[in-house]
C-alpha cells in the first residue's frame, strides 16, 4: 500500500475497534464549537465591514463616519400632500414621541426658525425665499410706524404679507390682539417678532411631498445586527403608535442605510437558516430513498450534524463573525458535507461481501474511496482557500470559512460514521438494503458514450465554444437593491426618495474646508450627471447674487420709507377696527373664527366708548409705548435679517450642523444625481456620476463611491480568486495523478459546467452580482470533485463501460451531485434576491457539470486509453 493508504486503512480501523471513544472525542468538540458560537458569534450587517479598511477610499469612508455622528441616522418617511399641516404636525409628534426614548439619541423632524441663523431664510428653495422676503419688506414698514393706530392702518391694507402663516385670519388676530387688550385696559405687549417663532421649517424633500424624521440611535454600548433589529423595532413600533392615534391611514416607513442593511441581513439569516433546515430535511430524506431504511440516514445526520458544529467553531477561531456573505455557508456545507458519506457507503456496498468484519470492509473501502475524497476536499478547500489572498474582504472571510468547514466536515465524516455504523449490531444488513445501479442496465444506457466518444466530443466542444460569446457578454449588476426582496419596507421608501432630491442616501459625499466650499460647490453643480449639491452646498444656491441684490433693494426702499403720522391716532384707530369688525362678520358664515374675533373687537371698542378723554389719553399713550418696544425689537430683527451676505455655518439649527459639520470642522456636501426613473445604483449610471465627481473632487467618498469600488474589487477578487483556484487544483491533481492529461481530464466536467451556466446566463441576459459571483471559485471547488472520482475510478479500472462510472462511482457521483445542488437548491426559497440568484447560477452550473461527468468524461477517458493504453496505471 502507499503511504497515503496505510494512512486511510489506519484510520478506519481504530475507529471501527474504538467507536465509543471515537463519538465521544468527536461530541466534546462539537459541544465546544457550539458554546463558542453561542456566546461569542457576531453577525456583522454593515456592507463596509466587506472591505478591508487598508484601501484608501475605505479608509476615507470610515473617517467620515468618525468624524461625522449622523452618518447612519435611521429616516422616517411621511407621505402627504406639501400643504398638508397635518403631516407635518405627526412627522413632529413622532420626532417628540422617539427623542423621549433613552435608547435613542435624537430624533428631528424640522426645527424652529429661531433656532437657525437671522439669514438662514436666504438659502431657502425660491418659493419660500420670495414669501420671507415680501414678509421682512412688510415687517420694515411695520417697525417704523410711530404707533399701533399708523400700524394698524399699514397693516389692514397689507395683509397678503402675512401669507406665510396658517391663515390671514390668524396672522390677522396675532397682529392686533394687543391693541384689543389696550382699548380694555389689560396690559398689552406687541410680541411682533412672534410670527417668527411660531415659523417651523419640516425636514421634507424637494417637493415637499415626503416629510422625514432623522433618527440618531445611541449605539455607545451596543453593536451589531442583534442592535440594528432591535433598534428598528423599537423605532417602527413607536411610530406606529402615533400614527395610528394621531393621522391614521397616512403612508409611512423606515430607511435609510442601517434599515437598508439591517433588514437585508435579517432577512438573509432568515433565509439561510430556512433553506439549511430544508436542505437537512430533503438529504435526509433522499437518503431513506436510497437506503430504504431510517439507519444509515440518521447515522449520516448524526455525522453532518457534529461536523456542522466543529464548522461553526471554526468560524469563532478563524473569523469571529458572519457577514451578509459568508452568511449562507451552513446550507453550502449540508449539501458538501452528506457527499462525504455517500461516496463512502457506495463503495462499502461495492465491497462489504468480500470481508467477514465491517473493520476489514471499511478499511478497504477508505483506501478505495478515501483519495477521491481527500483529493475532491483538498481541492475544494482550496478553491474556497484561494479567495483568502483577495482584498474583498467578505470574500476572504467567507473562503476562510468554507474551507476550513469542508476539511472538518470530511473529518467528522470520516470519524463519526463509521463509529455510528461500527454500534450498530446489523450493518451488513442495513449495507444491503442500499438501491445500487444495475452494472449492466448503466452499460445499455450510457455504454453509447465509449462507443461513440469522437462524436460525443466534437459535438461537446462545439457546444463549449458556442457558449463562449453569450458568456463574454454576462456583465456585472451594481444595484444592491436588486438584491434585495423587492417588498421590503426600507427598499421600498428608499426607491420613493430616490425619485425626490433632498433625501437621496446615494448621494456622494464630498468634504472641503470653509474656504474652498463655494468653487467646489459651482464646479460640482457645473457636472452633468449631478442633480443638486445640498448638504452645505444650500448656503451657496446658485441665484446668490440675484437674491443678494433683491435684498439690497428691499433695504434701500425701507431706508427711503417715510411712514405716514395721523393726526388723530385714537380716532383712526378705532375706525380701522371698526372696518375690520365689520368685514369679519361678512365673512362669518365661511369662518367660525372670524365671528368670534369680531365679537371681540366689538368689545374692545365697546369698553373703550365708555371711557372718558383722560383714560382714553392715558390707555392710548400706554399702548403706544409697549408698541414701540415691540416696534424697536422687530426693528432688530428685520434688520439682522437683511443684513448683507449669505449665511454661514453658524446659521445652521444643531440638526443640520450634526450632519454637515464635521467635528474636525470640515464641511460635507452631499452631491445628489440627477432624479430619473432609473436608479442610479444601475452599472452605467454609478460608474459615469463617481468618475465625473472625481474629475472635480478626486477624494469624493460614501455610498456610491463604496458601491462602485466594491464592484470593481469584488469582480477582481473572484476572478483572481479562480485564477488561484484553478491554479491550485491543478497542483493538487498533477500532485495526486501525476499526469497533465489526467489532470485536466479530471478538470474537464466542471470547465464544462462552468462555461455552460455563465453561457446560459449571457443568452438569457442574466447578470452577475453582488451574491452569485461567488460560484467562480465554488463550481471549480464542488464540480472538481465528481471528475476527481471518475478518473481514479477508470485509473484502477479502465475496461469499466462508462468509463470511470463502474463500482459505485457514477451512482455515488450523481448522489453528491444531487445532494450539493439540494444544498444550494434550497436556497431558492431565499425572498434575497441576491442568494436566490445564487442558487440558480449553482444549481444550473453543478447540473451542467453533472451532465459532463456522465456523457463527456467517460467519451474523453476512452480516447485517452486508446492514445495512451498505459495512462491508466498508477
Not at 722 to 727: E, G, K, M, T, Y
Request: net charge negative; with cysteine; glycine share 8%.
Amino acid at each position: 500500500m502507499t503511504p497515503r493508504e496505510r494512512l486511510l486503512d489506519a484510520w478506519a480501523r481504530w475507529v471501527t475497534r474504538h467507536p465509543a471513544a471515537t463519538l465521544i472525542m468527536s461530541l466534546l468538540v462539537a459541544a465546544v464549537s457550539i458554546l463558542l458560537a453561542a456566546t461569542s458569534l457576531e453577525l456583522h450587517s454593515d456592507r463596509s465591514d466587506l472591505v478591508s479598511g487598508d484601501l484608501d477610499w475605505s479608509r476615507r469612508y470610515a473617517e467620515y463616519r468618525h468624524d461625522f455622528k449622523r452618518w447612519d441616522d435611521l429616516v422616517l418617511c411621511f407621505e402627504g400632500d406639501p400643504g398638508d399641516s397635518r403631516i407635518d404636525e405627526l412627522a413632529r409628534q413622532v420626532a417628540e414621541r422617539l427623542d423621549s426614548e433613552e435608547r435613542i439619541a435624537s430624533a428631528d423632524a424640522g426645527f424652529a426658525i429661531t433656532e437657525a441663523g437671522p439669514r438662514m431664510w436666504k438659502v431657502a428653495d425660491v418659493e419660500e425665499f420670495n414669501q420671507a422676503l415680501t414678509w421682512f419688506g412688510h415687517a420694515q414698514k411695520i417697525a417704523e410706524q410711530p404707533g399701533p393706530a399708523e400700524a394698524l392702518a399699514h397693516f389692514s391694507s397689507t395683509l397678503a404679507g402675512f401669507e406665510h402663516q396658517s391663515s390671514i385670519l390668524d396672522g390677522l388676530e396675532t397682529f392686533i390682539r394687543p391693541m384689543l387688550e389696550g382699548l380694555e385696559g389689560r396690559p398689552a405687549s406687541f410680541n411682533l417678532v412672534a410670527p417668527l417663532g411660531e415659523t417651523w421649517q419640516s425636514l421634507a424633500t424637494s417637493t415637499g411631498s415626503i416629510r422625514t424624521v432623522l433618527v440618531h440611535m445611541d449605539r455607545t454600548d451596543v453593536g451589531g445586527i442583534e442592535a440594528v433589529g432591535e433598534d428598528l423595532s423599537l423605532v417602527r413600533r413607536l411610530a406606529a403608535d402615533v400614527v395610528q392615534d394621531t393621522a391614521p391611514g397616512t403612508s409611512w416607513g423606515v430607511t435609510g442605510l442601517p434599515a437598508l442593511e439591517g433588514d437585508e441581513t435579517t432577512q438573509a439569516i432568515t433565509d439561510s437558516t430556512l433553506a439549511s433546515i430544508i436542505a437537512f430535511v430533503l438529504v435526509t430524506f433522499m437518503m431513506l430513498l436510497v437506503f430504504r431504511r431510517l439507519t444509515l440516514p440518521l447515522l449520516a445526520a448524526v455525522s453532518l450534524l457534529v461536523g456542522m458544529a466543529w464548522s461553526f467553531g471554526w468560524v469563532i477561531i478563524s473569523v469571529g463573525h458572519l457577514q451578509l456573505l459568508s452568511v449562507v455557508f451552513s446550507a453550502i456545507l449540508i449539501g458538501l458535507g452528506i457527499d462525504y458519506a455517500l461516496h463512502l457507503l457506495a463503495r462499502l456496498r461495492a465491497v462489504h461481501e468480500e470481508y467477514e468484519t465491517l473493520e476489514d470492509a471499511m478499511a478497504r473501502s477508505f483506501r478505495d474511496a478515501g483519495p477521491g475524497l481527500i483529493t475532491g476536499t483538498i481541492t475544494t478547500a482550496a478553491a474556497f482557500g484561494c479567495t483568502a489572498f483577495t482584498d474583498f474582504r467578505g470574500v476572504a472571510e467567507m473562503g476562510i470559512i468554507a474551507g476550513g468547514g469542508v476539511l472538518l466536515l470530511l473529518v467528522a465524516m470520516l470519524c463519526v460514521f463509521p463509529a455510528c455504523l461500527a454500534l450498530t449490531t446489523r450493518w451488513r444488513q442495513h449495507i444491503e438494503r442500499m438501491r445500487t445501479w444495475d452494472a449492466e442496465r448503466l452499460k445499455r444506457r450510457l455504454g453509447w458514450t465509449d462507443r461513440r466518444a469522437v462524436p460525443v466530443l466534437l459535438g461537446s466542444g462545439l457546444l463549449f465554444v458556442a457558449l463562449l460569446l453569450p458568456m463574454s457578454r454576462v456583465g456585472y449588476d451594481t444595484n444592491i437593491l436588486n438584491l434585495q426582496p423587492p417588498g421590503l419596507e426600507s427598499v421600498q421608501w428608499q426607491h420613493r426618495l430616490e425619485q425626490d432630491a433632498g433625501a437621496n442616501i446615494w448621494s456622494g459625499l464630498v468634504l472641503t474646508t470653509p474656504d474652498a466650499a463655494e468653487a467646489l460647490v459651482r464646479s460640482l453643480r457645473s457636472l452633468p450627471d449631478v442633480g443638486a449639491v445640498s448638504g452645505m452646498g444650500m448656503l451657496f444656491p446658485t441665484d446668490a447674487e440675484e437674491r443678494e441684490a433683491r435684498v439690497a433693494t428691499a433695504r434701500a426702499t425701507a431706508d427711503q420709507y417715510q411712514p405716514t403720522v395721523l393726526p388723530r391716532p385714537q380716532e383712526s384707530l378705532t375706525q380701522t377696527l371698526g372696518l375690520i369688525a365689520g368685514g369679519l362678520r361678512s365673512r362669518s358664515g365661511q369662518a367660525p373664527k372670524a365671528i368670534e374675533l369680531g365679537r371681540n373687537i366689538e368689545s374692545a371698542l365697546e369698553s373703550w366708548r365708555g371711557l372718558d378723554e383722560s383714560h382714553r389719553n392715558e390707555r392710548m399713550a400706554t399702548m403706544t409705548m409697549e408698541w414701540r418696544k415691540g416696534a424697536e425689537e422687530l426693528h432688530t430683527a428685520v434688520t439682522a435679517a437683511m443684513a448683507p451676505g449669505m449665511p454661514g455655518a453658524d446659521a445652521l439649527p444643531h440638526v443640520l450642523q450634526d450632519s454637515w459639520v464635521g467635528s474636525d470642522g470640515r464641511w460635507l456636501l452631499r452631491v445628489e444625481p440627477v432624479s430619473t426613473e432609473e436608479s442610479i445604483l444601475e452599472p452605467h449610471r454609478l460608474s459615469g456620476f463617481v468618475e465625473s465627481i472625481r474629475t472635480v473632487a478626486p477624494d469624493v467618498l460614501g455610498p456610491p463611491v463604496q458601491i462602485y469600488e466594491s464592484s470593481r474589487l469584488i469582480t477582481h477578487a473572484y476572478q483572481l480568486a479562480a485564477i488561484f483556484a484553478l491554479i491550485a487544483v491543478m497542483i493538487i491533481l498533477l500532485l495526486d495523478f501525476r499526469s497533465i492529461l489526467d489532470a485536466l481530464l479530471a478538470l474537464l466536467p466542471v470547465l464544462i459546467g462552468f462555461v455552460g451556466v455563465f453561457g446560459i446566463m449571457g443568452l438569457l441576459q442574466m447578470k452577475v452580482n453582488f451574491a452569485n459571483l461567488m460560484v467562480l471559485p465554488l463550481i471549480f471547488g464542488i464540480g472538481v470533485d465528481a471528475g476527481v472520482h471518475a478518473v481514479h475510478r477508470w485509473k484502477s479500472h479502465p475496461e469499466g463501460v462508462p468509463a470511470g462510472l463502474i463500482g459505485g462511482t457514477g451512482q455515488a457521483i450523481t448522489l453528491t451531485m444531487c445532494t450539493t445542488m439540494i444544498g444550494f437548491g434550497s436556497l431558492l426559497i431565499a425572498e434575497h434576491q441576491g442568494i436566490q440568484s445564487l442558487s440558480i447560477v449553482m444549481v444550473t452550473g453543478l447540473g451542467l457539470t453533472w451532465l459532463a461527468c456522465m456523457l463527456v468524461l467517460p467519451a474523453a477517458l476512452r480516447i485517452r486509453e486508446r492514445v495512451s493504453p498505459s495512462a491508466h496505471r498508477d
